[in-house]
């Protein structure tokens, strides 16, 4: 292992509430919108459903057990709104009840409870009144977050707001490849514009009730946006409008107080400045203790069509009528010609290596940088008992090194979470990729730490020892 990782760098690994907890209608919990989306024909790969997940409602104590097992420094985990707040009405007790357990399993088996407030399960009744295209929205979100801190702020001490907020936008109303499933590009920016609101709004409450005693920031999901051909002034152009659109509307107006001008040119048509209120950017603008960074892949563009036959980059596909994406009406993806994962994204480490210098060379008032996600799906196989994941674990290894060297390079960042911990309900694709380092059985429940757990684990301990 290298040497670079500082003192007091955090080894985790991650999940989430909709992901794994099952348990989608017991307790006081309703529909939140991917119990709603999962019902609708066509929507999720297989027709699965996260009713059931891996059950880690009920098998949570057994789950922290694995944890300690692997020595884990800290979990990231996220609390479901539609549990704690079933229609964002009165609170749920029992709802808390689970996490307040939870959190006091993770302290007595030494791990650092890493939580995150909103892991894209809005309440479905709020979604009946249009989710995040209303600003009220936000302003309930800062009341949840109020909510979750009076229960468990004595004992979390590291918050994040959201989880990819690009994914519960953009991809979620403009693409409708997530839950709720729209299509229209306004209505995406309107998402965007209130969940920043949101972040905003949570974070200063959150300051208010807590001081300086816990750490709050946001986790983005952000790339390396490549152009095709880069002697070509067109791909270049694809590669910026994209860039734009998937990193820099996320990360300025949290960082630098604005949305970049460049882009809301190219979303001229949508009038997406009318969203804006007097305040709103300084609200958004609430100073943060760290950046969550989730990176899996880079991203390829072209402004071409791509030629009949050629290997697509792989999406789930999109249901009848879908929009383009917003400001991406000419952008394709050509393949390039690197190893890829079961998810058909590529295989790149350097591209974690050169995305985290790029955010330290052109935000100097960065804060302190954690990859809260980092992972990949393969087909995995149980022989005698055993999971014997070789590629996940080289994947993993390759981008903990490139995290090395960025630091090595003088990029700040304090740690590194495998996504994810138990393989899951995995969104639209169902419960057919698995990124989990413990394998799970969705018939019988049980677990089965794969080769990738057991080598993470020793990677661990050699780091207590250095």
């Not at 295209?133 to 979100?141: E, K, M, S, V």
């Not at 920031?217 to 490549?226: E, H, K, R, S």
């Not at 792989?314 to 998810?343: D, H, I, Q, W, Y």
């Not at 058909?344 to 990859?371: H, S």
Request: aromatic residues 10%; negative net charge.
């Amino acid at each position: 292992m290298s040497n670079s990782f500082p003192p007091g760098f955090i080894w985790g690994s991650a999940t989430a509430a909709a992901q794994i907890e099952g348990a989608a209608h017991e307790d006081g919990k309703e529909d939140s919108i991917w119990d709603h989306y999962a019902r609708q024909p066509l929507a999720i790969a297989g027709g699965d459903t996260p009713e059931v997940a891996v059950d880690h409602y009920h098998r949570m104590p057994a789950d922290v057990a694995l944890m300690r097992e692997l020595g884990l420094d800290s979990y990231r985990f996220s609390t479901s709104w539609a549990r704690v707040k079933p229609g964002d009405r009165e609170v749920n007790r029992r709802g808390l009840d689970f996490y307040s357990r939870l959190v006091d399993e993770l302290l007595e088996a030494g791990i650092l409870p890493w939580l995150t407030l909103y892991h894209w399960d809005l309440p479905q009744a709020l979604q009946d009144r249009g989710g995040w295209t209303h600003r009220d929205t936000a302003h309930r979100f800062a009341d949840y977050a109020t909510v979750v801190f009076e229960a468990l702020g004595d004992r979390v001490t590291h918050w994040t707001t959201f989880n990819e907020p690009l994914c519960s936008s953009l991809i979620s109303y403009a693409a409708g490849e997530h839950a709720p499933g729209w299509t229209e590009p306004r209505a995406a920016l309107s998402a965007l514009h209130h969940q920043h609101l949101a972040h905003g709004l949570a974070t200063q409450q959150l300051r208010e009730l807590a001081g300086e005693a816990i750490d709050i920031g946001i986790t983005l999901n952000l790339t390396n946006a490549i152009p095709n051909d880069p002697s070509d002034p067109a791909d270049v152009d694809a590669a910026r409008r994209l860039d734009g659109l998937w990193n820099r509307m996320f990360l300025e107006p949290l960082i630098l107080g604005d949305y970049p001008a460049d882009v809301l040119a190219d979303l001229a048509q949508y009038r997406f400045e009318d969203l804006i209120h007097d305040g709103d950017l300084d609200q958004i603008a609430q100073p943060i203790d760290f950046l969550g960074v989730n990176h899996y892949h880079d991203d390829n563009f072209s402004a071409h069509p791509l030629p009949e036959g050629h290997p697509q980059w792989a999406r789930p596909t999109p249901k009848p009528g879908a929009s383009p994406f917003v400001g991406s009406e000419f952008v394709t993806s050509p393949t390039r010609n690197l190893p890829r994962t079961a998810m058909d994204w590529e295989v790149n480490p350097d591209g974690l290596r050169d995305l985290l210098l790029r955010l330290t060379r052109d935000y100097p008032n960065l804060p302190p940088v954690y990859i809260t996600e980092n992972g990949a799906a393969y087909e995995d196989e149980v022989v005698d008992g055993r999971v014997d994941d070789h590629e996940r674990w080289a994947y993993i290894q390759a981008h903990i090194d490139a995290v090395a060297q960025a630091i090595e390079q003088g990029a700040d960042v304090r740690g590194y979470f495998v996504w994810s911990l138990l393989d899951n309900f995995e969104w639209a694709w169902g419960y057919e990729k698995r990124f989990g380092l413990i394998h799970v059985d969705y018939e019988t429940q049980e677990r089965i730490p794969k080769l990738s757990a057991r080598n993470y684990a020793a990677l661990i301990a050699e780091a207590r020892r250095r």
